[in-house]
Nanobody
């Protein structure tokens, strides 16, 4: 059984930075992209970024240039460094494991393992 445990959320002022981490356990993730979704109040969950075993990554437009995803395969961890945060980045952020090795396949149905979520709040 896959377990994903996120950490690193919190509150920050606009322009600040946060680093989210996710520890995965339960099996090998060599054949799976790993990544992050987020859900803001009153909105649907949306894809943020994903990364393949070999380090190839894919970002949604709002994350490009501000967020950096990384992966440590030896430790089964994935991280999301978020810089230049904006109030609209406020959301619960979820660590996810994809059924696909391709990080560019970001439709919701590709992701079958989810963490419990960590809150990120950005004030203006």
């Amino acid at each position: 059984q896959v377990q994903l445990v996120e950490s690193g959320g919190g509150s920050v002022q606009a322009g600040g930075s946060l680093r989210l981490s996710c520890s995965a356990s339960g099996r090998s993730f060599k054949l799976n992209a790993m990544g992050w979704f987020r859900q803001a109040p009153g909105k649907e969950r949306e894809f943020v970024a994903a990364i393949a075993w070999d380090g190839f990554s894919y970002y949604v437009d709002f994350a490009k240039g501000r967020f950096t995803i990384s992966r440590d395969n030896a430790r089964n961890t994935v991280a999301l460094q978020m810089d230049s945060l904006k109030p609209e980045d406020t959301a619960i952020y979820y660590c996810v494991v994809s059924k696909s090795p391709d990080p560019g396949r970001y439709a919701l149905g590709y992701f079958d393992s989810w963490g419990q979520g960590t809150q990120v709040s950005v004030s203006s």
